[in-house]
């Protein structure tokens, strides 16, 4: 794909088995007709059809039951228009002093779902869709797993604030610092979680807090997030918030052309590949029946999400127009959002095509655990 900067995105590897449960359209279907009655406003729900989250919860979730696999699709939807509505866009986008309390007060109806309303047609909207959802996951997980969803939405409100924060201040942060911040940004943790709602499981706690479980769950959350930055790279562009995206970085901070830095970050995400794929095996030797599931599941995590951006109308359609000044730009479309587009944003590599490359610091420490005896 070329954008007014000409960046080709070129095949992603990822050696992981791609599964999809049927059913997708119908998820995407009643997601929609969820929102409405939860009142968000025509923009949102004209912007929900190019989300494409019946599918990316179907390839989530293959394992799922009607029930959880229609509540992930539903938690998908919410979470990528609550980002449109108020992270990357609109008033609050630019001014941390508003967006964080704001942000804070959206994330307590995760703790407190009967929270009164406020009077904000659009914050009332997005209350009541997620308090619908708290509801939901507490009738349906683990009562353990149910708390830890609750409080992963803290955790992701911290990465959009660091977001947020950013665009304000016009800073650009580090590489090393947005391998640590993106994933919480993109809700990774949350969205692990989800899955196992969907799929009636839940790690037992004395895995979870494992530090190769910890590693592998963290590179899982890397493989997630970071790749949309190259996907969702002309939609950013457009948006006007490369702010958080890995490719205007790394060209910014090591003075390289944008495509020289869509190299380097495939260099990266192969480098993390590779660890989640080593560690996964390794954990999956003499792991018991739920090491099984947590694993597969973070492997399904991984590549369904790069199948589903490969296709997505989000990130070829034009909704709106150009936000913090980002100017028009020829590679996206006006079209109908509900289209998939007809070519792929990128292909899937069988193998590793960038060899050598090397981890951040912050990440440095997974090596120690494969030095470990199995």
């Given at each position: 794909m070329q954008t007014d900067d000409h960046i080709?995105?070129?095949?992603?590897?990822?050696?992981?088995?791609?599964?999809?449960?049927?059913?997708?359209?119908?998820?995407?279907?009643?997601?929609?007709?969820?929102?409405?009655?939860?009142?968000?406003?025509?923009?949102?729900?004209?912007?929900?059809?190019?989300?494409?989250?019946?599918?990316l919860a179907c390839v989530w979730a293959p394992d799922g039951s009607e029930e959880g696999v229609q509540l992930l699709a539903d938690w998908l939807v919410w979470a990528l228009l609550f980002d449109d509505y108020y992270c990357d866009t609109g008033p609050h986008s630019v001014r941390p002093g508003t967006f964080n309390p704001l942000t804070a007060r959206m994330m307590a109806r995760a703790l407190y779902p009967a929270t009164a309303r406020t009077g904000d047609p659009a914050f009332d909207a997005f209350a009541s869709a997620l308090a619908d959802m708290i509801r939901r996951i507490d009738a349906l997980a683990d009562p353990q797993l149910a708390q830890l969803c609750a409080l992963a939405h803290y955790q992701w409100a911290v990465g959009a604030m660091c977001g947020v924060s950013d665009r304000a201040a016009g800073s650009l942060r580090s590489v090393e610092d947005h391998v640590l911040i993106r994933p919480g940004d993109g809700a990774d943790i949350l969205s692990v979680h989800m899955i196992e709602v969907a799929e009636g499981t839940v790690l037992p706690a004395r895995d979870r807090i494992r530090p190769e479980v910890?590693?592998?769950?963290?590179?899982?959350?890397?493989?997630?997030?970071?790749?949309t930055d190259l996907a969702s790279y002309a939609h950013e562009h457009h948006q006007?918030?490369?702010?958080?995206?890995?490719?205007?970085?790394?060209?910014?901070?090591r003075g390289c052309p944008a495509q020289d830095a869509v190299d380097q970050a495939c260099a990266l995400l192969e480098c993390v590949m590779t660890f989640f794929v080593t560690m996964?095996?390794?954990?999956?030797?003499?792991?018991?029946?739920?090491?099984?599931?947590?694993?597969?599941?973070?492997?399904?995590?991984?590549?369904?999400?790069?199948?589903?951006?490969?296709?997505?109308?989000?990130?070829?359609?034009?909704?709106?127009?150009?936000?913090?000044?980002?100017?028009?730009?020829?590679?996206?479309?006006?079209?109908?959002?509900?289209?998939?587009?007809?070519?792929?944003?990128?292909?899937?590599?069988?193998?590793?095509?960038?060899p050598g490359a090397g981890l951040p610091a912050p990440l440095a420490w997974w090596w120690e655990l494969l030095d470990r005896p199995a």
């Open positions: 080709a995105l070129p095949p992603l590897w990822c050696p992981l088995e791609l599964r999809v449960r049927e059913g997708e359209k119908v998820f995407q279907e009643r997601s929609r007709a969820w929102l409405e009655r939860h009142g968000l406003d025509e923009r949102s729900l004209r912007r929900a059809a190019a989300t494409d989250t019946g599918f910890r590693a592998v769950t963290q590179a899982a959350g890397i493989l997630l997030t970071v790749p006007g918030c490369l702010e958080s995206n890995l490719v205007h970085l790394v060209a910014a901070r996964r095996d390794r954990l999956r030797e003499h792991g018991s029946e739920s090491m099984l599931r947590y694993t597969d599941q973070l492997a399904h995590l991984v590549r369904g999400t790069y199948e589903w951006q490969r296709f997505l109308p989000r990130y070829t359609t034009v909704l709106d127009v150009p936000r913090h000044g980002g100017a028009e730009d020829p590679a996206l479309r006006p079209a109908d959002p509900a289209r998939r587009p007809a070519h792929a944003l990128h292909d899937i590599a069988p193998d590793r095509r960038h």
